[in-house]
């Protein structure tokens, strides 16, 4: 009788270790992998053939993202003066083509007044493939900017126009995006020339520097002047990250307008939040063709604005750097000073 009980026990004991594990069978086919990794993702993984990267689409884009940052910032790097301040232009096909707008201001730098060497603190941005192979054949510091929903600025952008603002936008964006990284900059539009050194004219007070299309008044820190981003200074802070963002997200109650527009109607608020010193520069030292000075002993840079078309602006450019050389010329036989900025 004990014999009978001690085998039917028995049998007993295996049917349940059986359906327990034909149970767990069944659930580790249906367990999930942790963190999503696929047995063939594991697999080559072990044998070094991916990464987590191919496995992650979202991660590919954030390595990309990654990798155009370093870049930016390794340019920035070799770029910037002692002090982390860079100097930036934009260019597209139509301006970087030879004998156009960027053969004239490169010329300009190299026949100024002491401003040769800024050169070496130039970065040329390139907005489409054929202005940074230009750019490359005459400069060592070009960054190609890339757009990533395929929109085509190669062209000469007609003013106002859909492709013009959305390439000025574009421009505030990276100039954002230097700031976060910690980098100062002066902007430049590449229809300026270069005869000083415009820096010595912007306070070491100043957050941000600005040239104006008419200079009234003689207080410089009097928002009520007309913007011109052709020209910016901006020295990198939290608080001019913080402007830049502001100034951004200001677009959406100006629809259809370019950010120069955009700031003059912003300014007064946005510098009283973000505690940002805004300064406008004298005409007499960025001058332009809306309000055109040009006493060769104090003039900086000159800006081909009030000017419509590439054409009219490069004719008139190439004008002013001719007399400009012919100033320096008569000056030099007479035995003049032309390098100080106030004679």
Not at 180 to 187: N, R
Not at 206 to 211: F, G, K, L, T, V
Not at 228 to 243: E, P, T, W
Not at 271 to 295: I, M, N, P
Request: charged share 25%.
């Amino acid at each position: 009788m004990n014999e009978m009980k001690s085998m039917i026990f028995l049998l007993g004991f295996l049917i349940v270790a059986a359906v327990t594990a034909a149970t767990s069978v069944v659930l580790m086919l249906h367990a999930p992998y942790t963190c999503s990794v696929l047995p063939a993702v594991r697999e080559e993984l072990a044998l070094g053939h991916g990464d987590l990267a191919d496995a992650d689409p979202s991660t590919k884009k954030l390595d990309k993202h990654t990798s155009a940052e370093n870049e930016l910032e390794e340019m920035l790097r070799k770029a910037a003066m002692d002090d982390k301040t860079v100097i930036m232009t934009f260019t597209n096909e139509a301006w970087t083509a030879p004998g156009s707008l960027l053969d004239l201001f490169l010329e300009s730098f190299r026949i100024g007044v002491r401003t040769a060497p800024l050169l070496k603190h130039l970065v040329i941005v390139a907005v489409d493939a054929k202005a940074y192979e230009q750019c490359q054949r005459v400069h060592p510091l070009c960054y190609r900017l890339r757009v990533a929903d395929g929109a085509d600025f190669a062209a000469e952008q007609p003013y106002m126009k859909k492709d013009y603002l959305d390439m000025m936008w574009r421009r505030h964006r990276f100039q954002a995006r230097v700031l976060k990284l910690g980098y100062s900059f002066v902007f430049t539009d590449v229809d300026i020339i270069w005869l000083r050194n415009p820096l010595l004219r912007i306070p070491v007070g100043a957050d941000m520097a600005m040239s104006c299309d008419y200079y009234y008044g003689d207080n410089p820190y009097d928002l009520n002047k007309t913007a011109n981003g052709g020209f910016v200074y901006a020295k990198a802070s939290a608080r001019m990250v913080a402007f830049y963002r502001s100034w951004y997200e200001s677009r959406k109650e100006y629809p259809g307008d370019h950010e120069q527009y955009v700031f003059d109607q912003v300014k007064h608020k946005l510098s009283a939040r973000h505690g940002v010193r805004v300064q406008f520069v004298d005409t007499a030292y960025l001058s332009g063709f809306c309000e055109l000075r040009k006493d060769f002993y104090k003039v900086c840079t000159v800006h081909g604005n009030c000017l419509v078309g590439l054409k009219p602006k490069l004719d008139r450019l190439t004008g002013v750097l001719d007399e400009w050389k012919q100033f320096r010329g008569k000056a030099a036989l007479l035995g003049s000073n032309t390098t100080s900025l106030t004679d």
